[in-house]
């Protein structure tokens, strides 16, 4: 199957481009989600948010569906991705692939799990937890690393040129969010949850 998106390029970018847009409808989902019924047990400091671009953090909780400044980059990003596939020699078309698909299933099936664990916290879950943006960027880095340790098992045991790009991916998204938490304030050593 892999193959024909290497023989189709542009379909590849279409691709690429409705994944990018899964994230975003998913992050407006799950802030969605936060706002019905788990804003009630949860809440992030100093900054409340689920969305970790700073960039991207007001249209999210306007749950913007169509934001600008996320739609003319993902459409430029996923062009980029059809003209580099055709260009790219052969033997790393396929893991071209893995690596950018990889880099937003990562992040796309994150926020599935997000959302099921949300709606599963409307009952059976009591009180409310203040989470520091650097210890939530700390879980996130653990599973995504989680996750890379596990694919690369995949990758080397299958010797899939696409799962090895998924791997790389996973360690691209762990990197990432080791770059953003060191944008977070350190956790103050007399650290006391926000007053609410």
Known sequence: ???????????TGVATFFLMWGDWLLT???ERERILHYAEHYQSYPINTIEGSPLYQSPIKAR???????LIPALILSALVAYALVWIPEIFQVAFIGYVWGLFLIVDTTHLGNIIGYRAGRRGLHGKQFL??????????????ALTVFISVL???????F???????????TIRQFLWLRRIPAIDSADEPPVT
């Open 132 to 145: 520091h943006l650097r210890t939530d960027y700390l879980i996130q880095m653990g599973r995504y690393l």
């Open 28 to 30: 407006i989902l799950q």
């Open 1 to 11: 199957m892999i193959d024909w998106f290497v023989i189709h390029p542009w379909l």
């Open 163 to 173: 799962i090895v790009g998924v791997a790389i991916a996973g360690m691209t998204s």
């Open 155 to 161: 990758a080397v045991c299958s010797a899939s040129p």
């Open 64 to 70: 913007r569906i169509a934001e600008p400044r996320h």
